[in-house]
């Protein structure tokens, strides 16, 4: 079992930056891709980014690239997910999610095992 906690999100004004944490516990997440979502209210949860295990390869939707970054550092146990240039249509609750092995879709919230409870990001204009 897994324990996902996120941390970091709050009010900014657009073109604004915040950064996002991960933080897991109950065992090591070395082997597991990890996954940034979020949901907006009236809106589908929807995939946001994505870092394979090892932390070398990436993936992005097409709203944030260019903009956000996923990064992790497995010897802390912990994602980051860095957003710049914040607009308001990225206002959501982000959602952190663990993604184990035989892995699933790292773009479907049906491949993930193991979520966070979230944290609210609002971006004002």
């Known amino acids: 079992q897994v324990w996902l906690v996120e941390a970091g999100g709050g009010l900014v004004q657009a073109g604004g930056s915040l950064r996002l944490s991960c933080a897991a516990s109950g065992r090591t997440l070395s082997s597991y891709a990890m996954g940034w979502f979020r949901q907006a209210p009236g809106k589908e949860r929807e995939f946001v980014a994505a870092?394979?295990?090892?932390?070398?390869?990436?993936y992005y939707a097409d709203s944030v690239k260019g903009r956000f970054t996923i990064s992790r550092d497995n010897t802390k146990n912990t994602v980051y997910l860095q957003m710049n240039s914040l607009k308001p249509e990225d206002t959501a609750v982000y959602y952190c999610?663990?993604?184990?092995?035989?892995?699933?879709?790292?773009?479907?919230?049906?491949?993930?095992?193991?979520w966070g409870q979230g944290t609210q990001v609002t971006v004002s204009s």
């Open positions: 999610a663990a993604n184990r092995p035989p892995h699933g879709s790292l773009y479907s919230p049906r491949g993930y095992d193991y």
């Open positions: 870092i394979n295990s090892s932390g070398g390869t990436t």
